[in-house]
């Protein structure tokens, strides 16, 4: 073989080596990407509104072992909103999550999702059962409007008028801008979500209500979610009896409170967290 041409070959090589495994399966979405990182069962990690890949990163490294899929939302964490630029965000991402468990092969990978990602992954193992093989919901009801004391139905009219005014004037989308960048600061990747991604999605979630299909979810299922510490001003037991009541027709639902902690429980309680997932993840 001529220099040239093993230079050339061997260039090819190396860049194949290195790219993501998503990227040479052939899976491409306008909605989400992948990146893949080690080797092992299959674990898919969907983060939440705003939010970047990055935060599963501390849990990665501290659970080997695995290969994860590290999903990112088109539109958030400065990702461009591609083909979320209109439309439903939410469902359609789990449609796209689910035809990447397909396309890629992947045979009955565990899920984990925070927040929004928590929506997506219930969306994916209830709408398609037989493509999952372990679902983690982290910090998410399945009618997100509970969070804030009301149902799907009844927050409509707040949701629309508040989608309207946030993405319908300057005003309302530098109020909206300025919100975001508030979450973690300017450095944080959030800071850099499109706004009117953000404000549809959280729309579409404030109106989602996947009660009536939680018992369609076969998977064995973990919900964790935060109890905030004593003098937050937060209700503990009401928390717990919410959490008890909103999954008490998931078949396969185990719920596990975590103590002490804010939304991002693997961030204020990360060794307690890693603990939980790697409970879950031996389990398979």
Same mark, same amino acid.
């Given at each position: 073989m001529k220099r040239r041409e093993f230079l050339l070959s061997a260039g090819a090589a190396a860049l194949a080596a290195l790219a993501p495994a998503a990227a040479r399966s052939g899976f491409a979405s306008s909605r989400l990407s992948v #990146? #893949?990182?080690?080797?092992? =069962? $299959? #674990?898919? @990690?969907? =983060?939440? @509104?705003?939010?970047?890949? +990055? *935060?599963?990163e501390g849990m990665v490294a501290a659970l080997p072992g695995y290969r994860y899929h590290l999903v990112q939302v088109a539109g958030f964490a400065g990702d461009p909103a591609r083909g979320n630029a209109s439309g439903d965000v939410v469902a359609p991402v789990a449609a796209e999550v689910a035809r990447y468990i397909a396309e890629t092969g992947l045979r009955a990978p565990a899920l984990i999702g925070?927040? *929004? %990602?928590?929506?997506v992954a219930m969306m994916v193992a209830a709408r398609h059962p037989a493509r999952v093989g372990r679902l983690m919901v982290v910090d998410m009801l399945p009618a997100p409007a509970g969070l804030f004391g009301a149902s799907a139905a009844g927050i409509r009219p707040l949701a629309d008028s508040l989608r309207d005014v946030l993405t319908g004037s300057p005003g309302g989308r530098r109020l909206l801008e300025s919100l975001i960048g508030g979450f973690g600061g300017a450095? +944080? &990747?959030?800071a850099k979500s499109d706004s009117d991604v953000v404000a549809r999605a959280m729309h579409e979630l404030a109106l989602t209500d996947l009660t009536p299909e939680l018992s369609r979810i076969a998977a064995p299922m973990a919900v964790?979610?935060?109890? &905030? =510490?004593? %003098?937050? %001003?937060? +209700?503990? %037991?009401?928390?717990?009896? $919410?959490?008890?009541a909103a999954y008490a027709s998931a078949r396969t639902a185990e719920l596990i409170p975590v103590k002490d902690s804010g939304h991002m429980i693997m961030y204020d309680q990360p060794a307690r967290f890693r603990s939980i997932v790697r409970d879950f993840l031996q389990a398979r």
């Open positions: #990146v #893949v990182r080690g080797s092992g =069962p $299959d #674990v898919i @990690l969907i =983060p939440g @509104l705003t939010a970047s890949r +990055d *935060m599963w925070h927040s *929004m %990602g928590g929506t450095a +944080d &990747p959030a964790v979610y935060a109890v &905030p =510490p004593a %003098g937050s %001003g937060a +209700d503990a %037991g009401r928390i717990v009896r $919410d959490y008890k």
